[in-house]
């Protein structure tokens, strides 16, 4: 079945990047986009962007505009996130989901999330 | 940006009974593209409803969506133990894709 699964948590200080993976599994990783989504303590969900899976065209939401990154490597049917100059508000559980039908689009589904703690 | 706002922000019942919860938006919705997502604790969103009224697979007929416009409805027509969790829309009509804040449906 079609599964995504992603790297495990991460504890990172001020300033410094994480880059977390989603492994694809079950469908033809170039047919659909991946978006990015994160959930800090007690927040609503937060889109930050996506890939064009086939063509690698990124966009990304103005809030993050800068410090994230999304690549892939259609060989290994994977996407990394990268978020670079963290700070403690960038704490959250980080999530990658297909986007069904289209760029833009209702997600199924999703990864498992990854904890990315910043603390000093 | 288009603002989901999601009301109430709890709702207390009991099994059996029926939830309706409700999902506003900023403005009107391209297509009624609006999703509905269920979390529960430590797990990620589950796709419940898409294109405001569709079922996604697997999804038992107890959930229902409605609503057009700016004004979208999640029905769950029977409370199972399993349902009480928290609640999310989604709309994916622009370019900046948002979500609303949640209801959290918890027993009463």
Same mark, same amino acid.
């Given at each position: +079945?079609?599964r995504?699964? +992603?790297s495990?948590?991460?504890?990172?200080?001020?300033?410094? @990047?994480?880059?977390?993976?989603?492994?694809?599994?079950?469908?033809?990783?170039?047919?659909?986009?991946?978006? !990015?989504?994160?959930?800090?303590?007690?927040?609503?969900?937060?889109?930050?962007?996506w890939i064009?899976?086939?063509?690698?065209?990124?966009?990304? @939401? +103005?809030?993050?505009?800068g410090?994230?990154?999304?690549?892939?490597?259609?060989?290994? @049917?994977?996407?990394?996130?990268?978020?670079?100059?963290?700070?403690?508000?960038?704490?959250?559980?980080?999530?990658?989901?297909?986007?069904?039908?289209?760029?833009?689009? !209702?997600?199924d589904p !999703?990864? +498992?999330?990854?904890?990315?703690?910043?603390?000093? | 940006?288009?603002?989901? #706002?999601?009301?109430?922000?709890t709702?207390?019942? =009991?099994?059996?009974?029926?939830?309706?919860?409700s999902?506003?938006?900023s403005? =009107? $919705? $391209?297509?009624? %593209?609006?999703?509905w997502?269920?979390? &529960?604790?430590?797990?990620?969103?589950?796709? $419940?409803i *898409?294109g405001?009224? =569709?079922?996604a697979?697997?999804?038992?007929?107890?959930?229902?969506?409605?609503?057009?416009?700016? /004004? %979208?409805?999640?029905?769950?027509s029977?409370?199972?133990p399993? /349902?009480?969790?928290l *609640? *999310?829309c989604?709309? *994916?009509? =622009?370019?900046?894709?948002?979500?609303?804040?949640? #209801? &959290?449906v918890?027993?009463?």
């Open positions: +079945q079609v995504l699964v +992603q495990g948590a991460e504890v990172k200080r001020p300033g410094a @990047s994480v880059k977390v993976s989603c492994k694809a599994s079950g469908y033809t990783f170039t047919n659909h986009a991946l978006h !990015w989504v994160r959930q800090a303590p007690g927040q609503r969900l937060e889109w930050m962007g064009n899976a086939g063509t690698g065209n990124t966009k990304y @939401s +103005q809030n993050l505009e410090r994230v990154t999304i690549t892939r490597d259609t060989y290994a @049917s994977t996407a990394y996130m990268e978020l670079s100059s963290l700070r403690s508000e960038d704490t959250a559980v980080y999530f990658c989901a297909i986007a069904v039908a289209g760029l833009y689009s !209702w997600f !999703w990864g +498992q999330g990854t904890l990315v703690t910043v603390s000093s | 940006e288009i603002v989901l #706002t999601q009301s109430p922000g709702l207390s019942l =009991s099994p059996g009974e029926r939830a309706t919860l999902c506003r938006a403005q =009107s $919705l $391209l297509s009624n %593209f609006l999703a997502y269920q979390q &529960k604790p430590g797990q990620a969103p589950r796709l $419940l *898409y405001a009224s =569709s079922r697979t697997g999804i038992p007929d107890r959930f229902s969506g409605s609503g057009s416009g700016t /004004d %979208f409805t999640l029905t769950i029977r409370l199972e399993e /349902d009480f969790a *609640y *999310y989604q709309q *994916y009509g =622009s370019s900046l894709l948002t979500f609303g804040g949640g #209801t &959290k918890e027993i009463k």
